[in-house]
Structure formats: C-alpha cells, structure tokens
C-alpha cells in the first residue's frame, strides 16, 4: 500500500473479520481511531499508523488477503464499509468510547480496580509464550498506554509507583519484542526508558531485569563492553536472589564474547551462590508477574550453552542446552515459549556440528525449520546464521549433505522478514 486512508484500513478490519474494539487491539491503537477511519473514510492517518497499518498488512494470512483483496476489486472498499451493520456498530462503538473517556470519570480520580486490572492484564501478556513478536509488542503498547493515560490522571504517590511499574513493564517488553522483529536501534531506546520507570517507580527487581535487557542487546550487538558495563551498574541495584542470578548468566555470555573461559566458569559459579539466596527470598518480579519477567532453570541453562558456544565448546552447550529443553518440555503445552525453545534447539545443533555430529544437528533443526514465517524473529534468525556459516566451514565444506542443510536453512532465512544483527 503507497498509501492508507480510512476506507482502506475498514477494509482491512472487514477482511479479518474483527470489530472495532478487537481491530484496535490487534494494531495496538485506540478504538476511537478507527472508529474516526469508519466515519470519515477519506482520511489519511498519521505516520505512526500508516506503518502500523503497512506492518499488520505485511503479516495477514493468504485467506485474509484475498478477501481484502476481493473487497477492493469488488468496489466495496470505494463505496466505503458505513452499510447498515457497520454504521449501527460504530454508534455502539462510539457511544461506548465516549463514556468510557468521560472527563466526569477522569475528574474524580483513579478506581484501584482499573490499576488491578492492569496489573493482571500485564502479567498474563508477560507469561504468553507462544504469541507472536508483534502481536506481543502491540499488546504490550495498549497496555503501556492505558497506564500512562491513568498516570496523567492521579497525583497520588501509590498509585503512580503503581502505574509506573506497569508502564516499565510494558516497554520492556516492547524493547524485547522490537529486538525480535529486527528494530534493535528502537528497542535499545525503549530498553532505556524502561530503565528509567522502573526507577522512578523505585522498583530495584524491575530496574535491575531492564539492565539484564540492555545487556542482553548489547551481547547481541556484539559490544561484550558495554554489557558488562550496564552489569555493574545493574548488580548495585540488584535485590539478592533471583535477579542477581540472572543478571550472572548474561554476563557469562558477554565474557565469552570476550573469549575469557575462565570468566564464564567464574561468573556461573558465583551464580550458584545466588541461586542458594534465591530458594529462600522469593523475587516478586518473578512470582507475581512471572513469564518473560521470571528466570528459572530453563533460561539458566540456555545462557550458559550459549555462553559456552561462543567458546566452542560443544560438549557443554549441548549438555546445557538439553537441559534447558527438559525444564522447557516439562511445562504445561500453553506455557512452553516457542521463540526459547527454537533458539535452544538450534543451539543444540550448533554444539553437535562441534562434536561432528551431522545428523543430530539436522534432528534438532527439523522443528525450528518448519515454524512459519510469522513465528520467526531475529533472535532465531541469528541463530541459523551462525549454522550456516559453521556449515561452509571444516570439516563440513565438502559434505554433500552438510550442504544440503545449509540451503534449507538459507531458503528459510530468504523467506524470514526479520533479518539477523550484522
């Protein structure tokens, strides 16, 4: 699309089949805004939501884009979306946005429910593992959104610690989904003001997660340095127990960056110190938010095989990555996070082309090479670059079936929007 108007983007909602309230949230806006495209369908939105709208376009299914297609072609979408069921809706809808935004209701201060609520909204998104990125992202924005409006709202001291929590959560998990779709310039910025919330809400356990976050990028980034610079900074303001644990793990990720493996045996034997203080002070951050904001077992043992990895040592990143996948493999099918378990899986295989093991590196690529392509993020994709670039490397150059994975998983990356960090 050159270009969206409102008639164009009713069209879109049409063809998926949502309402207004179920539209807005899928874009992660305001349900007035398209409410407003429905009542005037010669407006252009801003370019904040022409690239929301282009993004949601990229990502429709084949089904949804033939409809949307099919409405188009058809002349529905130049006669506009206002036939009688759409018009009675966007009454209801705006009726019901109206009151909702009453400025009586905003005058009289902030009901509890409405930060409780919040609260339990943001929980469940951090414990959905298997969404995908920008479903994610946008959720994770409307909720950031509705706390920031409540902020604006109240003075009291409480409730704005409250609301401020909220909204560091949300960023923070829109900096980690923004990694995921290969904005990484954006998720450093909003990684930072996650930060800064989380500070203002005097929240150390949050404050200290965030810094993890940064650290984590800038590993990805390749800049060791500078993830061991956001370490010291986060371990000053670390509660003991679970936060400092993890805060070790992804340190020994950025000493093996730094090809120190006496660093990494270092660190991660110093985390076993935390993980004792853990068992007796419960984090929380981890136990009443949980999901991307809890560590545990499983994530412990994946930064360690990864860590391990960048050493090259196959023997130990496989027996951490399989044990990582046992922790993963033993939660309920709902909660098991895809995106963890892929980017183990193909850890597995890079330590088994270490060991020189072919055929178990092709066995733990079988599942991540049939996730489709919405489910695929630039973590994942980082991950297959590296095998294929181990796979044109001794003693595998000259393997026939070695080459054969490797133009797999070249078609996989070919047909991936989310490109790997360079």
């Known amino acids: 699309m050159d270009q969206w108007t409102g008639r164009l983007a009713c069209a879109l909602q049409a063809a998926a089949g949502m309402t ?10 305001a349900v ?27 990502r429709l299914s084949d089904a949804v884009r033939s409809r ?27 009726a019901a946005d109206a009151i909702a935004n009453d400025s009586l209701l905003s005058s009289i201060g902030v009901p509890h429910e409405s930060i409780e609520a919040l609260r339990q909204d943001m929980a469940l998104l951090a414990r959905s593992g298997g969404m995908a990125a920008f479903d994610t992202f946008s959720s994770a924005r409307r909720l950031r ?26 960023a923070s998990l829109m900096a980690s989904t923004a990694f995921d779709l290969g904005h990484w310039n954006e998720s450093a910025a909003l990684a930072r003001a996650a930060t800064q919330y989380a500070d203002l809400a005097g929240h150390a356990s949050l404050k200290a997660w965030t810094y993890g976050l940064q650290m984590t990028l800038a590993n990805w980034r390749s800049e060791p340095d500078a993830a061991l610079s956001y370490f010291e900074r986060a371990m000053r303001a670390a509660p003991d127990g679970e936060p400092r644990l993890r805060l070790r793990y992804i340190a ?10 006496e660093a990494v045996a270092a660190v991660l034997d110093a985390a076993q110190r935390d993980r004792e203080a853990a068992e007796g002070r419960p984090d929380e951050l981890a136990t009443s938010t949980g999901g991307e904001f809890a560590f545990g077992d499983a994530r412990a043992a994946a930064c360690a095989a990864a860590a391990w990895l960048d050493l090259r040592n196959g023997d130990q990143a496989a027996r951490y990555a399989r044990k990582a996948l046992r922790v993963y493999e033993a939660l309920p099918a709902v909660r098991r996070p895809y995106s963890q378990i892929s980017g ?12 020189r093991d072919k055929d178990g590196a092709a066995e733990a690529l079988r599942t991540v090479l049939e996730l489709p392509p919405h489910k695929r993020n630039v973590s994942l994709t980082g991950r297959l670059a590296r095998i294929e670039r181990l796979l044109i490397e001794a003693p595998w150059s000259g393997d026939a079936e070695a080459r054969q994975l490797g133009e797999r998983i070249a078609v996989w990356l070919s047909e991936t929007s989310a490109r790997p960090l360079t």
């Open 344 to 355: 183990t899986n193909i850890d597995v295989a890079a330590a088994h082309l270490h060991m």
């Open 145 to 170: 959104d509705e706390a920031r409006a409540l902020a604006e709202r109240t003075r009291r001291p409480g409730e704005l610690a409250d609301l401020f929590v909220v909204i560091g959560q949300g």
């Open 68 to 94: 949307f297609l099919h409405h188009l072609n058809s002349g529905a979408g130049k006669e506009g979306s206002l036939s009688g069921g759409h018009a009675v809706g966007d009454v209801v809808s705006d």
């Open 252 to 261: 020994a990720r950025s000493h093996a960056l730094l090809d120190d493996s």
């Open 32 to 58: 007035r805004t398209v409410a407003y495209w429905h009542s005037r369908p010669e407006t252009v939105p801003g370019t904040a939501n022409q690239e929301v709208l282009s993004a949601a376009f990229d």
């Open 20 to 29: 207004n309230e179920g539209f807005a949230g899928w874009l992660g806006i």
